[in-house]
């Protein structure tokens, strides 16, 4: 099987393909451009590169998230528009749990992974590597740092930080919260090659879906929707407060 994996969430992009669940190839930027200037060219060099094109492709994967809000919407549009032409089945992958998978070979450690959400708020979700595999010990979620180094006290592994916001992390608990490390970085940030893994679960699962029921999973309002709420919430106490005076 043939999966096209793609990676958008945050400041790096990436894609990936992997044959049987073995890596052919990645293409990996992270250069300051927009992501719509580069995802696309990328997948398409790199599968002209690999002498594959997209009818070989089985399963087209991507992080559906959390993430950048604008990163996620590039990732799952570039996704659908792949599958709309080559008619494949897409894979909508965690990008929580698809940064762990390069980490599930250190067995019995914890994996914290970690986006930064802003706001003193990280997008986390915490794994046990298991060698060969993960076991999710918290759904994907948006988490305020403090709840987070609370809940990591009560783990007396080894706990091993990852994703984009794992230095925000590590600086902000590294004293309240013993065995914390800080992953390398050449395996801190998200890939591609983790979404490929991540999507044979999704495929084992029975969780793929097709290009047009694709979409990003957000977990927060983004900042202009939260914004919006609170200007209507404003105007609401205001129009209120008016009619009481009447």
């Known amino acids: 099987?043939?999966?096209?994996?793609?990676?958008?969430?945050?400041?790096?992009?990436?894609?990936?393909?992997?044959?049987?669940?073995?890596?052919?190839?990645?293409?990996?930027?992270?250069?300051?451009?927009?992501?719509?200037?580069?995802?696309?060219?990328?997948?398409?060099?790199?599968?002209?590169?690999?002498?594959?094109?997209?009818?070989?492709?089985?399963?087209?994967?991507?992080?559906?998230?959390?993430?950048?809000?604008?990163?996620?919407?590039?990732?799952?549009?570039?996704?659908?528009?792949?599958?709309?032409?080559?008619?494949?089945?897409?894979?909508?992958?965690?990008?929580?749990?698809?940064?762990?998978?390069?980490?599930?070979?250190?067995?019995?450690?914890?994996?914290?992974?970690?986006?930064?959400?802003?706001?003193?708020?990280?997008?986390?979700?915490?794994?046990?590597?298991?060698?060969?595999?993960?076991?999710?010990?918290?759904?994907?979620?948006?988490?305020?740092?403090?709840e987070l180094g609370e809940e990591l006290k009560k783990f007396p592994e080894q706990k091993i930080v990852v994703g984009d916001g794992g230095q925000l992390c590590y600086n902000s608990l590294l004293r309240e919260v013993p065995g914390l490390t800080l992953a390398p970085v050449r395996l801190r940030m998200q890939s591609a090659l983790g979404v490929a893994r991540a999507a044979e679960e999704v495929i084992a699962s029975g969780g793929l879906v097709p290009g047009e029921k694709l979409a990003p999973i957000y977990h927060r309002l983004s900042q202009a929707e939260r914004e919006r709420l609170e200007r209507e919430q404003n105007t609401k106490f205001t129009i209120e407060g008016d009619q009481k005076h009447v």
């Not at 400041?11 to 927009?34: I, N």
């Not at 032409?85 to 897409?90: I, M």
């Not at 992974?113 to 590597?129: E, H, I, P, S, T």
């Open 1 to 146: 099987m043939n999966i096209l994996a793609l990676e958008s969430s945050a400041a790096a992009c990436s894609a990936a393909l992997c044959r049987d669940g073995v890596p052919a190839a990645q293409a990996f930027q992270c250069s300051g451009l927009t992501h719509s200037r580069t995802l696309l060219p990328m997948v398409c060099d790199m599968l002209k590169n690999c002498g594959e094109t997209l009818d070989r492709v089985d399963v087209i994967a991507v992080a559906a998230g959390p993430g950048s809000f604008t990163g996620l919407r590039i990732g799952v549009a570039t996704a659908k528009g792949l599958a709309w032409a080559g008619g494949q089945q897409c894979a909508p992958c965690s990008t929580l749990e698809s940064m762990a998978w390069p980490l599930a070979h250190m067995e019995g450690k914890l994996i914290v992974c970690a986006m930064d959400a802003r706001r003193k708020q990280v997008y986390n979700a915490l794994f046990r590597g298991m060698g060969d595999g993960l076991e999710r010990l918290s759904p994907d979620r948006a988490i305020s740092l403090d």
